[in-house]
């Protein structure tokens, strides 16, 4: 196992986010990145991905009981989107502990922002895999009440506006939306795909329509920072 990966780093990243695992095994899988080897850290990173958007969700509404679903839902996309994430990864200095294929570090420094960013939500999976739901939300909420008490409801900008501005900036136009309708009683019934220079880049889920295109373009705006 390489060096990153060795007991010291793992014991420290643990005392870190104040969580000890039973079983390292899936703490080393949460850090290795599928330049590094065939079994990664994508399917932790899907598991932490909706355990973080739960956690986050459920402080915000009993945090702000006069704002409504939209509102809600912009400021739970401000707290887990990549700069939050990142803030969490410096934090936590995940950098040190990650396993990555030669072409994707160098001078020690890992060339992409976007792994770092989903190896802490891979990390958050790994809890939860390996103590279950109320280790994984005591992560979440100890990694997070910082951002959540900084947070200024009416100074966080809309996923579409923020894409729009992006695209804009960068001479490419605004975002396209196209949406398809399953029908009353489906479950999601709205699908939403954001296209940006004809290319779709991110796909959005939502029991409305805008609920839908707000996840769709939150995704390609990631995308597009990766």
């Known amino acids: 196992m390489p060096k990153r990966l060795d007991a010291p780093a793992l014991l420290k990243l643990q005392a870190t986010i104040d969580y000890r695992f039973s079983d390292t095994a899936i703490l080393r899988l949460a850090l290795t990145h599928r ?21 986050t969700a459920a402080d915000l509404y009993q945090r702000f009981p006069e704002r409504n679903e939209g509102e809600l ?24 502990c990650l ?47 910082p951002l959540l008490d900084a947070l200024q409801p009416d100074q966080v900008q809309d996923a579409k506006t923020r894409l729009q501005e992006l695209t804009q900036g960068k001479g490419w136009g605004v975002p396209e ?15 939403a795909r954001c296209l940006v220079r004809g290319k779709v880049m991110g796909i959005g889920y939502g029991e409305r329509k805008k609920g839908a295109e707000f996840e769709a373009s939150q995704h390609a705006w990631e995308a597009l920072q990766a």
């Open 35 to 55: 330049s590094a080897a065939e079994t990664h850290m994508e399917r932790l990173e899907f598991l932490g991905d909706a355990i973080l958007g739960a956690v």
């Open 73 to 96: 839902s912009r400021m739970r996309a401000h707290l887990v989107r990549r700069e939050g994430l990142l803030r969490v990864a410096r934090a936590w200095n995940i950098e040190a």
């Open 99 to 145: 396993h990555v294929g030669e072409g994707e570090r160098k001078d020690n420094v890992i060339r992409s922002a976007s792994i770092p960013a989903n190896a802490v939500e891979a990390v958050i999976g790994a809890v939860y895999q390996d103590g279950g739901w109320q280790a994984a939300e005591h992560v979440v909420r100890r990694a997070w009440q």
């Open 177 to 191: 939306y196209q949406v398809e309708d399953f029908g009353a009683g489906q479950s999601p019934r709205f699908r």
